[in-house]
């Protein structure tokens, strides 16, 4: 019966999470007659719905966790990977039986890619030879593992720019197109099929859009850029956009919406001096809204509608920020 990998939608780690976590299955597992993609996105709800699982078995990976009996195989690395206690206790008791080698948690994981692919090593034998190059790049963007704001803005390495593509993916069937190739191809390849390559162009455009936008509407005030740009969807903007304009904030809050949400961004500068214990957990932060994330990145989801309520709710992160 055909497999149904979750994954965290227009998500380079989440992508690549589900391809590596693909080739760990059918290597070391074997028991699917094939494979399909299924991108989840957090929402104002929070939950998971069973709507989302097949018939057969199902893996979530790079995303929250859910006490659904149609769970298989979880693999998650966020802090914020429990909606509630509830869900935590259910977990830790399923650690204890069968699940304990089919569910896999580790917050102190760089990306959810390397997660699956350690995991895979040390327990089940599975070659990560030949995944040197995914597994490095999924922890260098997952991670902010950046050189400088500019490498990060600039976008000159095939893996940027595939990211920026997985990113603003605009159709349902765009990501599971690319999640196969993820492991049997280079990002240099896939970059070049035409199905990618004619993203480029256009997304480079809004991309400098972005930039010229936060130039003009971020302001930074105590360590703390703030933008909001609610007066106009938008999409995907690169969250190191604001450090390449202010490189001495050491947080960003900005607040976007979309067709599908209203979204507050929550970030620390990745080349901020501060030493990491003295940096504010941002996941905690969010958390207090319903939403998430990891100790330096996070966000929150509103619906497309609570545009006054999710500006309230930034202003109000900022002032604790600069705080």
Avoid at 28 to 52: K, M
Avoid at 70 to 91: G, I, V
Avoid at 98 to 122: E, H, K, N, W, Y
């Amino acid at each position: 019966m055909t497999f149904r990998v979750l994954h965290h939608n227009q998500c380079f780690d989440g992508a690549c999470s589900a391809a590596v976590f693909t080739k760990f299955h059918q290597e070391c597992i074997g028991t699917a007659s094939g494979y399909e993609y299924r991108g989840l996105s957090h929402a104002a709800t929070g939950g998971i719905s069973d709507d989302v699982f097949g018939p057969g078995e199902n893996a979530i990976v790079d995303f929250k966790y859910t006490s659904s009996p149609k769970l298989t195989w979880w693999f998650d690395h966020h802090q914020s990977a429990f909606l509630t206690e509830e869900d935590r206790a259910h977990f830790v008791a399923g650690q204890r039986g069968a699940l304990g080698m089919r569910q896999f948690f580790d917050p102190d994981m760089i990306s959810c890619t390397s997660f699956i692919a350690a995991v895979g090593a040390s327990r089940f034998g599975f070659d990560v030879s030949g995944l040197g190059e995914l597994l490095y790049w999924a922890d260098i963007i997952d991670g902010a593992r950046f050189d400088s704001a500019q490498s990060a803005v600039e976008m000159e390495a095939p893996a940027m720019k595939l990211a920026m593509v997985i990113e603003n993916a605009d159709t349902p069937d765009f990501i599971p197109r690319i999640i196969p190739l993820l492991t049997d191809m280079t990002l240099g390849d896939i970059m070049a099929e035409p199905f990618v390559r004619e993203k480029i162009s256009p997304l480079m455009s809004k991309h400098m859009a972005a930039m010229t936008l936060i130039r003009t509407k971020a302001e930074l005030a105590d360590g703390v850029v703030f933008y909001d740009l609610l007066d106009r969807p938008t999409e995907a903007i690169s969250k190191f956009i604001p450090y390449y304009y202010f490189p001495d904030a050491t947080y960003t809050v900005g607040v976007t919406r979309s067709a599908s949400r209203t979204k507050i961004s929550v970030g620390t500068n990745p080349w901020s001096p501060i030493p990491h214990e003295e940096l504010e957990n941002i996941a905690e932060i969010c958390e207090r809204y319903g939403g998430g994330g990891h100790a330096r990145v996070g966000a929150i989801s509103f619906g497309p509608d609570e545009v006054d309520r999710a500006r309230i709710a930034a202003t109000k992160i900022a002032a604790e920020l600069r705080g």
